[in-house]
């Protein structure tokens, strides 16, 4: 009985997906620039930034979208905490990430 419920709760939850993996170096310029104002490194949940963290949580899978994840970043840097919701996935040329109001490729470092 407890495995047939826990069928029934995947059946309907459909949009809930495991977190993709991300994890590496990316640059919003350019990998040689060298600028750490415009750095990210994913590591499993977590996002560093210049002066700032953010754990990626409650990840949704976007459907029809590839690997295309859709996460809440609950963030904290120099004193202060913040969230937002934040679309990650692979491009052509390296991590697409996409908050409201912006957005930009990351290119891959390593």
């Known amino acids: ?53 953010c754990r990626l949580t409650n990840p949704v899978a976007v459907r029809d979208m590839g690997d295309a994840t859709l996460f809440d970043m609950v963030c904290t840097g120099e004193g202060e905490s913040w969230s937002f919701r934040a679309l990650l996935m692979r491009g052509q040329d390296g991590l697409v990430f996409v908050r409201e109001g912006q957005g930009g490729t990351y290119a891959r470092c390593n």
């Open 1 to 53: 009985m407890r495995h047939a419920f826990a069928c029934a709760v995947c059946l309907l939850m459909p949009g809930i997906a495991a977190a993709q993996d991300f994890s590496g170096r990316y640059h919003i310029d350019s990998c040689a620039t060298g600028h750490p104002e415009g750095a990210m490194t994913i590591a499993g949940d977590r996002a560093d930034f210049y002066e700032s963290t």
